[in-house]
């Protein structure tokens, strides 16, 4: 578990490079961050990552919608 969080930390640090703080892929990956947290029982861990990650979703969601 600590080889995927090392890989999903240099992923992240492209992701927001290359698409921004609020942006679904962007929140994709802190789900995945939730997840390995959540397997490795860190629940309050996993819970902060999945709710930044509903936080980016809503956000993305929102503009998507206000498009129409």
Excluded at 20 to 38: I, M, P, Q, W
């Amino acid at each position: 578990y600590e080889k995927a969080l090392s890989y999903y930390e240099k992923a992240l640090s492209i992701y927001l490079i290359i698409y921004g703080e609020k942006h679904s892929e962007t929140a994709a990956l802190y789900n995945n961050f939730g997840e390995v947290n959540r397997i490795q029982r860190k629940y309050d861990e996993a819970l902060k990552y999945f709710n930044k990650a509903l936080e980016i979703d809503l956000v993305v969601t929102t503009q998507v919608l206000n498009k129409y």
